[in-house]
């Protein structure tokens, strides 16, 4: 079936250090995936995206690499800042056809001073 | 960048009651719509996509008699949950994109809570 899930549910890190928050996905043919943040209240804020063509990309801060043979993405967020506290997402699109995102099931980043 | 606004932010309504979530792409057209429901410390679960003009396809487990999404021009959406009950209550957040190869803009959320 369809489904994106993440191996930690909290993750905390000291200000400033790097943190990689991770991700499994079950269906190899996906082809396209997203990291969301989302803080308390709001909608999902789109971080970085990577499609299945790629094993890299950076943004700014921010890099996510793709490891298809097996089935693992992450999020890496470099010198990390209070504002970065929030839970973050993985959301991958099944390659069925169907343009749905399908989300995993979240980690909560906490950057402590 | 793209802009969806979701309408209302938060609502309270009484058991029995309907009530109407919209979303609007502001500044582009919005192909296909998607709503997801979010209870706390969850993720996001996708109800429903629906496509302009078309009927809205509804994932498994998903009343469509009591979630019903309407997607009547390319930059309104409206979810109605019909006959709301307590376990309604949930944050409901809808995406927008213009289309296959085009991003997912989502709204900023409904918290919904029924009494």
């Known amino acids: 079936g369809e489904s994106v899930g993440l191996h930690l549910p909290t993750l905390s890190v000291q200000e400033g250090d790097n943190s990689i928050i991770n991700c499994a996905y079950s269906?190899?043919?996906?082809?396209?995936f997203i990291w969301y943040k989302q803080e308390s209240g709001k909608g999902p804020q789109f971080i970085i995206d990577?499609?299945?063509?790629?094993d890299k990309r950076q943004g700014q801060r921010v890099t996510v690499l793709l490891n298809k043979t097996v089935k693992h993405l992450s999020l890496q967020i470099a010198a990390t800042q209070p504002g970065d506290s929030a839970v973050y997402f993985c959301?991958?699109?099944?390659?069925?056809?169907?343009?749905?995102?399908?989300f995993g099931q979240g980690t909560r980043l906490t950057i402590n001073p | 960048g793209a802009v969806v606004s979701q309408h209302p932010s938060r609502v309270i309504c009484k058991s029995g009651t309907s009530v109407k979530i919209e979303c609007r792409s502001l500044?582009?057209?919005?192909?296909?719509m998607f709503w997801y429901r979010q209870f706390p410390k969850q993720s996001l679960m996708l109800m429903a996509t629906?496509?302009?003009?078309?009927?809205?396809?509804?994932e498994q487990g998903v009343e469509k008699d009591k979630f019903l999404i309407n997607h009547a021009s390319l930059t309104l959406s409206t979810l109605t949950v019909t006959s709301a009950h307590p376990e309604d209550s949930s944050f409901y957040i809808c995406?927008?994109?213009?289309?296959?190869?085009?991003?997912?803009?989502f709204g900023s959320g409904t918290r919904l809570t029924v009494v």
């Open positions: 990577i499609r299945s063509n790629m």
């Open positions: 959301a991958e699109t099944p390659a069925s056809g169907a343009q749905k995102l399908v």
């Open positions: 995406s927008a994109s213009e289309g296959q190869n085009y991003g997912y803009t």
């Open positions: 500044d582009f057209q919005a192909t296909t």
């Open positions: 629906s496509n302009e003009g078309s009927k809205a396809t509804y």
């Open positions: 269906n190899s043919a996906s082809d396209y």
